[in-house]
């Protein structure tokens, strides 16, 4: 694990952490590319904090929890982890950490609409909504980002909402973006 994570380290960084560059050169070992959801899906079974960052404890303890002590056992790895977060437990855990994990200043609580757009795009699982969503998102303009409530609230609408939305209850909670959406799709109709 040690010798994986010195092949990838930067050493400019001050704590030891594999960086952007060294990202870059494991995707190419895995024959990966960087915007591939499973580099998403491994940042997430690291449980890196800080985007395009592996801090050597987090690649210890991830590589540790996946069992994984080399090249060989990283790749078919791969297989694995787009397998199990696709569970449904593990999914709705890993889309709340994507949101998460692309608030890359400290105290951000909201994605920029073009960066949530681009995220739900690559981890949402197939959805009649998704995108519905993304149309309504770039002609609206009162929201300018989405909050994780707004973002979990999305998931949960695209998975509990009939295509035709005869089963929608207004009177549930869902954020307030949700309902916007809702009467706009009902006006297209």
């Known amino acids: 694990i ?21 990202i870059e050169r494991l995707c190419e070992d895995l024959d990966v590319p960087p915007t591939d959801i499973r580099m998403l899906m491994f940042a997430y079974k690291l449980g890196a904090v800080r985007m395009g960052y592996f801090t050597q404890e987090e690649w210890r303890r991830g ?6 002590d080399s090249m060989e056992k990283l790749k078919e790895c791969f297989v694995d982890l787009e397998v199990e977060v696709h569970q449904t437990i593990a999914f709705r855990e890993f889309f709340k950490y994507a949101f998460q994990y692309c608030c890359t200043e400290p105290r951000q609580k909201t994605l920029d609409l073009d960066t949530a757009a681009q995220m739900l795009q690559l981890v949402m699982p197939v959805s009649h909504y998704l995108e519905p ?4 998102l770039s002609e609206q303009s009162e929201y300018k980002a989405l909050t994780l ?3 979990q609230g999305f998931l949960r609408f695209s998975e509990e909402t009939l295509p035709d939305m005869s089963n929608y209850d207004e009177n549930q909670a869902w954020p307030l973006i949700i309902d916007n959406f809702v009467e706009w799709m009902s006006e297209r109709r």
């Open 133 to 136: 969503f993304l149309e309504f």
């Open 149 to 151: 409530d707004q973002w």
């Open 2 to 22: 040690q010798a994986l994570f010195a092949a990838y380290q930067d050493e400019s960084i001050e704590e030891p952490a594999i960086g952007p560059e060294g």
């Open 63 to 68: 590589l540790l929890s996946m069992r994984v």
